[in-house]
């Protein structure tokens, strides 16, 4: 299986029949990200994927293990946390009407993009009100 770190893009011509399952480094600060309030924390992250090609169809299922910092919501100061979150996305190359799950579609240049699934997973993992520690007095101005 072929993966493009950097771009988190999957070569689908790399893949065979049936399951195929892969764990890749992901160089955190090469990625674009594009998330207003986080950053990579550290240097590499990890992916742990299966990707099940079938006919019409292609299932990726995984997780992604890396860290993030994000502003205190009192006082700004970085707050890292932990991203461990599970991956789902399926896709089709011929979308059915009568269903109903959400199915994206796959494109016909030969590789999929699975940014937005592994992005998805870091927004999920994000604190909903991050704090640096439960008594932090916020920003001083003094």
């Avoid at 207003?36 to 090609?53: F, K, M, Q, R, W």
């Avoid at 996305?89 to 796959?106: A, G, N």
Wanted: charged share 25%; net charge negative; proline share 7%.
């Amino acid at each position: 299986m072929n993966l493009d770190t950097e771009t988190l893009v999957l070569d689908l011509r790399s893949l065979s029949g049936g399951v195929n399952t892969g764990t890749f480094e992901i160089p955190m600060k090469s990625v674009s990200w594009s998330l207003d309030e986080a950053e990579p924390a550290d240097d590499a992250g990890t992916l742990h994927l299966s990707v099940d090609l079938e006919e019409g169809t292609v299932i990726c299922i995984g997780r992604f293990d890396a860290s993030f910092i994000t502003p205190c919501a009192r006082c700004l100061q970085p707050v890292r946390f932990n991203v461990s979150e599970g991956i789902l996305r399926k896709y089709t190359w011929v979308p059915d009407p009568s269903d109903h799950e959400d199915i994206e579609l796959i494109p016909d240049t030969g590789f999929l993009d699975l940014l937005c699934a592994v992005r998805e997973a870091v927004v999920l993992s994000m604190p909903g009100k991050p704090l640096c520690s439960a008594d932090c007095p916020g920003i001083d101005y003094n």
